[in-house]
């Protein structure tokens, strides 16, 4: 079974930038498009970007410009690279295998006014 482990997360004010990581093993990591959501309090798990095989990128209106989504093949991971983070960006944050159905344990960020 595929597993995924979220790492990164942490508090920090708005303005300053944080860098989560997602590691996934029993996966040819390669093949597969991954993709990075939240999860706010109150609220439904949503879309942030996605990184396919060929390192595409797409991104969610509300993140484009400040995030950047990245994958390491050989250590079977997917970066999120997140500036100028906002209050608004509190969340739990998960990575994804787009194909499967798999969730991580998630990642806490919080960003102070």
């Known amino acids: 079974q595929v597993q995924l482990v979220e790492s990164g997360g942490g508090l920090v004010q708005a303005g300053e930038s944080l860098r989560l990581s997602c590691t996934a093993s029993?996966?040819?990591?390669?093949?597969?498009?991954m993709a990075w959501y939240r999860q706010a309090p109150g609220n439904q798990r949503e879309w942030v970007a996605t990184?396919?095989?060929?390192?595409?990128?797409t991104y969610a209106d509300s993140v484009g410009g400040r995030f950047a989504i990245s994958r390491d093949n050989a250590k079977s991971t997917v970066y999120l690279k997140m500036n100028n983070l906002k209050p608004e960006d509190t969340a739990v944050y998960y990575c994804?295998?787009?194909?499967?159905?798999?969730w991580g344990q998630g990642t806490q960020v919080t960003v102070s006014s």
């Open positions: 990184i396919d095989p060929s390192r595409l990128t």
């Open positions: 994804k295998v787009v194909k499967l159905s798999t």
């Open positions: 029993r996966i040819l990591f390669s093949a597969f498009s």
